[in-house]
């Protein structure tokens, strides 16, 4: 594998789950994979969950790893081209990713939406100069538009804990006082039409996510409605995705004290199937989820953490196995 960016990236679902578990049963048999090999991590923006289990998969597999925080040490990087450079500037993309790419093996990048541009942003312009001229294999940490190993690891964890063969996952937006990108409800949208589930999304009007994302899937306005039976509960915030409001791209649409009745409490989970809830986490609680909720023993957002270890392993594993 030399990139991972979407679902399709990781082939078979089912031969992706099968060495998901395989990983949870020894995940130190395959040390030999990556002695002597570098993973380089670099964050243009915040992580725990991400930077942690990365750095462990990577350990896990015996690499050596690099993590560098772009705006914490490093010079501020320009990635525009044409740009004069005589700001605060000093080093530009276009010469400091090969530099990089010299100094490991395979690259990992987080890198958000900037939200100055939809156009910018959907057209990956920072993570495809990454995959252009870096010369190794790129995965994807969240960048502006997806967060492949966070739907993965949800994945793993919607396979563990299900109870039906072909659960209802109803993915809820939820409100939030920040405009949030809109990475892992769209991987997250990715990863559940590819896989066997009855998958269904909510948000109030105006967040409709890009087609390129969520297909065909059923989208239902009414919350209460569309948690009706559910087997799982997915909630996230997200901004504007500009696809019915173009000129909204990236804005919070409505003042958030006048939607706290989408905060996920026990009054929607009431209606569902004994749902689990989960979130990628960071969660700002009371406004995403009630404390009872996330503190329930339905609630699997730890589990759900944890196997992002499970998921960055499986990706590094396959880039290292085609190195
Ligand atoms: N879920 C997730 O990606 O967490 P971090 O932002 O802490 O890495």
Not at 259 to 288: G, Y
Not at 302 to 322: C, F, G, Y
Request: overall charge negative; charged content about 25%.
């Amino acid at each position: 594998m030399k990139l991972f960016q979407h679902v399709s990236d990781i082939g078979d679902l089912r031969t992706a789950l099968a060495e998901a578990q395989e990983v949870k049963r020894d995940r130190y048999q395959w040390q030999h994979l990556g002695r002597n090999k570098t993973a380089l991590l670099i964050f243009f923006n915040n992580s725990l969950r991400t930077r942690l289990s990365t750095q462990k998969a990577a350990m896990n597999l015996g690499m050596n790893v690099i993590v560098l925080d772009v705006n914490q040490g490093a010079w501020k990087l320009e990635t525009e081209r044409g740009v004069i450079m005589d700001g605060d500037k000093s080093e530009h993309l276009l010469e400091a990713i090969p530099v990089m790419g010299s100094y490991c093996d395979i690259i990992g990048v987080r890198s958000f939406a900037r939200f100055e541009s939809r156009k910018d942003d959907y057209e990956e312009k920072i993570l495809n100069q990454f995959i252009r001229y870096s010369g190794r294999p790129v995965f994807f940490m969240e960048s502006a538009t997806v967060h492949p190993l966070q739907a993965f690891a949800d994945l793993i964890t919607i396979e563990e804990h299900k109870q039906t063969a072909r659960p209802k996952v109803v993915m809820t937006w939820a409100p939030h006082p920040r405009a949030l990108p809109q990475a892992v409800p769209n991987s997250f949208a990715e990863w559940m039409l590819a896989a066997d589930v009855d998958f269904v999304i909510t948000h109030p009007e105006g967040y409709e996510l890009d087609p390129q994302f969520i297909g065909h899937a059923r989208v239902e306005y009414d919350q209460m409605k569309a948690f009706e039976g559910a087997d799982f509960v997915y909630a996230k915030n997200w901004s504007c995705p500009g696809v019915t409001r173009p000129n909204d791209y990236g804005k919070v649409l409505h003042d958030y004290h006048t939607m706290m009745d989408w905060c996920v409490s026990s009054r929607q989970m009431a209606v569902t199937n004994n749902a689990a809830f989960l979130h990628c986490l960071p969660v700002r609680r009371n406004m995403i989820v009630t404390d009872d909720v996330i503190e329930s023993p339905r609630s699997l957002v730890i589990p759900e953490a944890a196997n992002r270890e499970i998921s960055a392993q499986v990706v590094l594993k396959r880039m290292l196995e085609s190195l």
